[in-house]
């Protein structure tokens, strides 16, 4: 099964880098300097932040359907960053050290199916996931953390 990770778009961030931080606590959001690699994973360019660079500390809803899963964490997003397409059936590096979890959701926001993975596991976690067709999209997370990392979504063909 053919899948494509999604990435956050930075305009939907970019904004927050110039307010202050009185702003920012009124978002529920923060500017930080990466102060370790890995340690800041951004959710647009899906890498993580050099030491030194600038990133958004954010209030994200990453799930935001009307259903009992509606969800939200915080996320980091590098003041630098650069949108990232995935090709088809690529998994980013960011992936591949950390141990994740996958949630598999239908088109009306319920959990079909869930899995802790390796990330050196991912595609082959997402493929058997995506193989059931009630499965609208799976989103990835950071174990750890709980983290909302990126989303995945089946490719036809």
Do not use: W
């Not at 923060?30 to 951004?42: E, S, T, Y």
């Amino acid at each position: 099964m053919s899948f494509r990770i999604q990435a956050l778009k930075y305009d939907s961030f970019a904004s927050y880098f110039a307010m202050s931080d009185a702003q920012l606590r009124g978002h529920r959001a923060l500017v930080r300097n990466a102060d370790k690699k890995p340690g800041f994973p951004c959710r647009v360019s899906l890498e993580d932040a050099q030491l030194g660079e600038r990133v958004l500390l954010i209030h994200f809803e990453h799930l935001s359907v009307d259903s009992p899963y509606r969800a939200s964490h915080a996320i980091y997003v590098r003041e630098s960053a650069v949108h990232r397409v995935c090709d088809v059936n690529e998994v980013p590096d960011l992936f591949r050290t950390r141990t994740l979890s996958v949630r598999a959701f239908d088109s009306n926001g319920l959990l079909v199916d869930a899995d802790i993975v390796d990330g050196a596991e991912l595609e082959r976690r997402l493929d058997h996931m995506l193989v059931n067709e009630s499965v609208a999209h799976v989103d990835i997370h950071f174990a750890k953390t709980g983290c909302f990392a990126a989303r995945a979504f089946r490719v036809h063909a």
